[in-house]
């Protein structure tokens, strides 16, 4: 049985920040693979950013150097710093993890989601 569950989604000003967390169990923050990924109305679901069980990450080009993927192994815990936020990012968040050893799209469990919204 595997519960993510995502929190820190808000309605903040362009330039602002926000700290996503998604919360799970030890095993799954610290043996698996994690992503966040967000989907706005009308648009296809993004990959936003990704870490593997040795903290490699990978960002979607349109957050590199605003968003930081990382994990916390004794608070159970995945964030997602989000600085600079611009209007552009706002969407519902997801986090998702997978075991590492299967493929990249082989998401096996999802959070229900956090809404960031960014005005102007």
């Known amino acids: 049985q595997v519960e993510l569950v995502e929190s820190g989604g808000d309605s903040v000003q362009a330039g602002g920040s926000l700290r996503l967390s998604c919360a799970a169990s030890r095993y799954i923050v610290s043996r698996y693979c994690m992503g966040w990924f967000r989907q706005a109305p009308g648009k296809e679901r993004e990959g936003v950013a990704r870490i593997d069980i040795v903290s490699r990450t990978n960002y979607a080009d349109s957050v590199k150097g605003r968003f930081v993927i990382s994990r916390d192994n004794v608070k159970t815990t995945l964030y997602l710093q989000m600085n600079s936020l611009k209007p552009e990012d706002t969407a519902m968040y997801h986090c998702?993890?997978?075991?590492?050893?299967?493929?990249?799209?082989?998401?096996?469990?999802w959070g229900q989601g956090t809404q960031v919204t960014v005005s102007s």
């Open positions: 998702a993890a997978r075991q590492c050893f299967r493929p990249a799209d082989s998401w096996e469990y």
